[in-house]
């Protein structure tokens, strides 16, 4: 009987067969304990001197990473509850790999590992990491889908920018020119809903800036929501019943991966709604009494944000930010022109920025008026300027980074372990 080395404790008893790859090897020529790894999960494999001579020989000749096809007996561990192990009575050896497996058990350096990274990927922390990202990505879908939204394709090829095109990466487009590769769908998304009522889209996004920081990646997933008649506050709602939904699944589906990432889940057992929320201005002050030099009308660093949430157990909203600073698609405050109906989350445990969302503008004069200061003439806007003709409602939506949120829930120091092939300034290969 073929079965996942996560079905293993449904065959207590039972005599099943295993393929996978070596993970790891220890043991003499009287009995061998072979680490499995299957994709599912990790195994031990216990071969003695009852397998037969063969079958010792094969378990003495098997090297780091070679493929197998493996028989034997499912028992529980004798001393670890939950821990399930195999009796094996055969091993067939698919491929013995003849050469040192690359990545040893000693230190490597992150260049190393990186240049290695089709290999890397195999071991217990990044298969742990990559599994955390596709529990979030899977609940991100159903928190959706449960809400209301459908998901909408946005396309990557975009002939105008969002937020301006000094960030983009620009792409020669047969006779059309040049082209760009998106950094969000929101525009777009925004046409689907006036269809769809609520909608998101899921998928890769790029942005040319020249950051080497550990938060920024080139290429990364975003996940861009947009509902219609809704507005500032209901926007923030969403935004925070999502990262709840997300860390709840995280907790319950994801025991054994913090397990191997040594991940302390306290703090994320105490995520819950009712997230502080500070406007700008407010947070601009208490960040200057805490001692940062800051000023109203300035962007949030990476220290200021570590400095408005180092005491809280819950993500921050910083919302109603100055209009100077903001992208033109944002509505402004009818209580304070000077600001917009805006909000970053900003997350817990130094993981920064999460969400970037605001209630979008509806007015088709005070949006074209928007996009004309922005210096973004040209026919490429006007699609969205007819949004705001034909049928404008009160709209809101927001944007989440998927590899930040994963790195936040993994406490990982680098974003780069948190994609499986990452793409940064000064990388590009595997």
């Given at each position: 009987?073929?079965?996942?080395?996560?079905?293993?404790?449904?065959?207590?008893?039972?005599?099943?067969?295993?393929?996978?790859?070596?993970?790891?090897?220890?043991?003499?020529?009287?009995?061998?304990?072979?680490?499995?790894?299957?994709?599912?999960?990790?195994i031990q494999?216990?071969?003695?001197?009852?397998?037969?001579?063969?079958?010792?020989?094969?378990?003495?000749?098997?090297?780091?990473?070679?493929?197998?096809?493996?028989?034997?007996?499912?028992?529980?561990?004798?001393?670890?509850?939950?821990?399930?192990?195999?009796?094996?009575?055969?091993?067939?050896?698919?491929?013995?790999?003849?050469?040192?497996?690359?990545?040893?058990?000693?230190?490597?350096?992150?260049?190393?590992?990186?240049?290695?990274?089709?290999?890397?990927?195999?071991?217990?922390?990044?298969?742990?990491?990559?599994?955390?990202?596709?529990?979030?990505?899977?609940?991100?879908?159903?928190?959706?889908?449960?809400?209301?939204?459908?998901?909408?394709?946005?396309?990557?090829?975009?002939?105008?920018?969002?937020?301006?095109?000094?960030?983009?990466?620009?792409?020669?487009?047969?006779?059309?020119?040049?082209?760009?590769?998106?950094?969000?769908?929101?525009?777009?998304?925004?046409?689907?809903?006036?269809?769809?009522?609520?909608?998101?889209?899921?998928?890769?996004?790029?942005?040319?800036?020249?950051?080497?920081?550990?938060?920024h990646l080139?290429?990364?997933?975003?996940?861009?929501?947009?509902?219609?008649?809704?507005?500032?506050?209901?926007?923030?709602?969403?935004?925070?019943?999502?990262?709840?939904?997300?860390?709840?699944?995280?907790?319950?589906?994801?025991?054994?991966?913090?397990?191997?990432?040594?991940?302390?889940?306290?703090?994320?057992?105490?995520?819950?709604?009712?997230?502080?929320?500070?406007?700008?201005?407010?947070?601009?002050?208490?960040?200057?009494?805490?001692?940062?030099?800051?000023?109203?009308?300035?962007?949030?660093?990476?220290?200021?944000?570590?400095?408005?949430?180092?005491?809280?157990?819950?993500?921050?909203?910083?919302?109603?930010?100055?209009?100077?600073?903001?992208?033109?698609?944002m509505k402004?405050?009818?209580?304070?022109?000077?600001?917009?109906?805006?909000?970053?989350?900003?997350?817990?445990?130094?993981?920064?920025?999460?969400?970037?969302?605001?209630?979008?503008?509806?007015?088709?004069?005070?949006?074209?008026?928007?996009?004309?200061?922005?210096?973004?003439?040209?026919?490429?806007?006007?699609?969205?300027?007819?949004?705001?003709?034909?049928?404008?409602?009160?709209?809101?939506?927001?944007?989440?980074?998927?590899?930040?949120?994963?790195?936040?829930?993994?406490?990982?120091?680098?974003?780069?372990?948190?994609?499986?092939?990452?793409?940064?300034?000064?990388?590009?290969?595997?």
């Open positions: 009987m073929n079965i996942r080395i996560d079905q293993a404790k449904n065959h207590v008893g039972q005599e099943v067969t295993l393929q996978g790859w070596m993970f790891n090897k220890r043991g003499s020529g009287k009995i061998w304990f072979l680490e499995l790894r299957d994709g599912s999960g990790f494999g216990i071969v003695t001197g009852q397998a037969g001579a063969d079958v010792m020989a094969a378990a003495e000749k098997l090297t780091m990473e070679s493929s197998v096809i493996i028989t034997g007996m499912i028992s529980a561990h004798p001393k670890q509850a939950g821990v399930f192990e195999l009796q094996v009575k055969d091993i067939q050896i698919v491929q013995l790999n003849t050469d040192d497996y690359p990545i040893s058990k000693k230190e490597h350096g992150p260049d190393f590992l990186l240049d290695n990274r089709h290999l890397w990927l195999r071991s217990h922390r990044q298969w742990a990491i990559q599994r955390v990202r596709d529990t979030v990505i899977t609940a991100v879908y159903d928190y959706f889908h449960e809400n209301g939204f459908i998901k909408i394709d946005t396309p990557i090829l975009t002939p105008n920018a969002c937020e301006g095109a000094t960030t983009l990466f620009p792409v020669p487009y047969f006779d059309e020119g040049t082209v760009f590769l998106s950094q969000s769908g929101q525009l777009y998304l925004e046409a689907a809903i006036m269809s769809v009522g609520r909608g998101f889209d899921f998928g890769p996004t790029f942005r040319a800036e020249k950051s080497k920081t550990k938060r080139t290429e990364f997933w975003m996940m861009d929501a947009e509902a219609a008649f809704v507005e500032h506050e209901e926007n923030m709602r969403i935004q925070e019943e999502m990262i709840c939904f997300i860390v709840k699944r995280a907790l319950e589906r994801c025991a054994e991966e913090f397990k191997i990432l040594e991940r302390d889940t306290t703090p994320l057992t105490r995520i819950k709604t009712g997230f502080p929320r500070l406007n700008y201005e407010d947070a601009i002050q208490k960040l200057q009494t805490l001692g940062s030099d800051i000023k109203y009308g300035e962007d949030l660093g990476n220290d200021d944000e570590g400095l408005l949430t180092k005491d809280s157990e819950l993500p921050v909203f910083i919302h109603k930010w100055p209009k100077a600073i903001k992208p033109f698609y402004t405050d009818p209580a304070d022109p000077r600001h917009v109906l805006n909000d970053d989350l900003i997350g817990i445990e130094g993981s920064g920025e999460l969400i970037g969302g605001s209630q979008r503008e509806d007015d088709y004069e005070v949006l074209k008026a928007s996009i004309e200061r922005e210096g973004l003439r040209g026919p490429e806007y006007q699609w969205y300027l007819d949004l705001r003709k034909y049928g404008s409602v009160p709209h809101s939506g927001f944007g989440l980074g998927l590899e930040r949120t994963v790195r936040w829930l993994c406490n990982l120091e680098h974003i780069r372990e948190t994609i499986p092939f990452p793409r940064m300034i000064n990388r590009m290969r595997p």
